[in-house]
């Protein structure tokens, strides 16, 4: 079992930026592909970026790109989502997520995730 905490979330002007972190408890010294998700109110939960376990390979939805980074610290057990440039359509819950399967390859589709923190909240207004 793998626990996920996400922190970091808040209120942010757009434009800004913010960066999350994820951290990772339990049984950290298995491989694991680590991913962001967001849902947004009244819409379904959707992928935003994951990073592979070597960190070699990143992987992010269109919507993104050039503002987000994904980056991990395996030593420390924590994965980091770097927003910058924020767009009030960037409001949303953020969710990290463990996949197991393969470690090389970050995916993009939810159920490929085991393992979910309980998500932080980022607003931000105009």
């Known amino acids: 079992q793998v626990q996920l905490v996400e922190s970091g979330g808040g209120l942010v002007q757009a434009g800004g930026s913010l960066r999350l972190s994820c951290a990772a408890s339990?049984?950290?010294?298995?491989?694991?592909?680590m991913g962001w998700f967001r849902q947004a109110p009244g819409k379904e939960r959707e992928f935003v970026g994951a990073?592979?376990?070597?960190?070699?390979?990143?992987a992010y939805v269109d919507s993104v790109k050039g503002r987000f980074t994904i980056s991990r610290d395996n030593a420390k057990n924590t994965v980091y989502l770097q927003m910058n440039s924020l767009k009030p359509e960037d409001t949303a819950v953020y969710y990290c997520?463990?996949?197991?399967?393969?470690?090389?390859?970050?995916?993009?589709?939810?159920?490929?995730?085991?393992?979910w923190g309980q998500g932080t909240p980022v607003t931000v207004f105009s």
């Open positions: 990073i592979s376990w070597s960190g070699t390979r990143t």
């Open positions: 997520a463990a996949d197991r399967g393969t470690p090389d390859f970050p995916r993009a589709r939810e159920d490929s995730y085991d393992y």
């Open positions: 339990g049984r950290t010294s298995s491989r694991y592909v």
